[in-house]
């Protein structure tokens, strides 16, 4: 079992929906990021918390510590939102900026 | 723009052969880290450096080396290519070896036939 699961593995949206990913870890975490990743690679860095609520324009990041359980929400879905959207965890143990990832969630926004 | 950059950008080599993939992380930021990402899958951590010094390994075999250079630029060393190798490459860097938000370049795609 991975230390990290994100579901749903593939999500369709219609352009406007309210999307939900959820993350759930195994390990005592020290923080836990989300990141999005086009095709082609690159990886953007969206939000890194320990605790509560933090909102980017149309992204909402959540976490719950004692239930191991974070979601990133995306409001008025846009099909520039395409992309995998990874959860990844710093444990707390080992090395301090070390990630873990989960195996990511693909999302596609249609019109 | 992250600022951090890798090359080459995709990178063919046959099984056995030794290949160098190089970042150059943001200035000022003193930690480098190196993922694996197969196809499919999320990023492995392979190691980490700081301040030219190895700070954390992950299960990777020691033909899997690195270095770090003083200028924020890094090299990731693999001898004896396995065709299990094939995969993207990512750097990330961040400013402290703190808990901290990673800049990512945009990886080095690695072919091994």
């Known amino acids: 079992k991975n230390e990290v699961e994100q579901s749903p593995q593939n999500l369709t949206a219609q352009e406007g929906e309210f999307i939900t990913i959820n993350c759930s870890y195994s390990v005592g975490i020290s923080a836990l990021h989300w990141l999005q990743q086009h095709p082609g690679g690159g990886i953007v860095s969206l939000f890194m918390l320990s605790s509560g609520k933090k909102k980017h324009g149309r992204l909402i990041a959540t976490i719950n510590i004692q239930e191991k359980h974070s979601s990133l929400h995306i409001t008025a879905s846009h099909p520039r939102d395409s992309a995998v959207y990874i959860c990844a965890v710093t444990p707390t143990t080992g090395t301090a900026s070390k990630l873990t990832f989960g195996t990511g969630t693909r999302l596609q926004v249609t019109l | 723009e992250t600022g951090v950059t890798q090359s080459p950008t995709h990178l063919i080599k046959t099984r056995g052969q030794q290949v160098t993939l190089r970042c150059s992380s943001q200035?000022?930021?003193?930690?480098v880290s190196w993922y694996q990402q197969a196809l499919g899958q999320g990023p492995q951590f392979i190691f980490q450096y700081y301040r030219e010094e190895e700070n954390g390994r992950g299960n990777f075999p020691p033909r899997f080396s690195g270095l770090q250079f003083p200028n924020y630029s890094s090299e990731l060393n693999v001898n004896a290519l396995e065709l299990d190798d094939s995969a993207l490459y990512l750097c990330?860097?961040?400013?402290?070896?703190?808990?901290?938000?990673?800049?990512f370049g945009p990886g080095t795609r690695l072919t091994v036939l």
């Open positions: 200035s000022g930021h003193n930690t």
């Open positions: 990330a860097s961040s400013l402290t070896l703190a808990i901290d938000t990673q800049y």
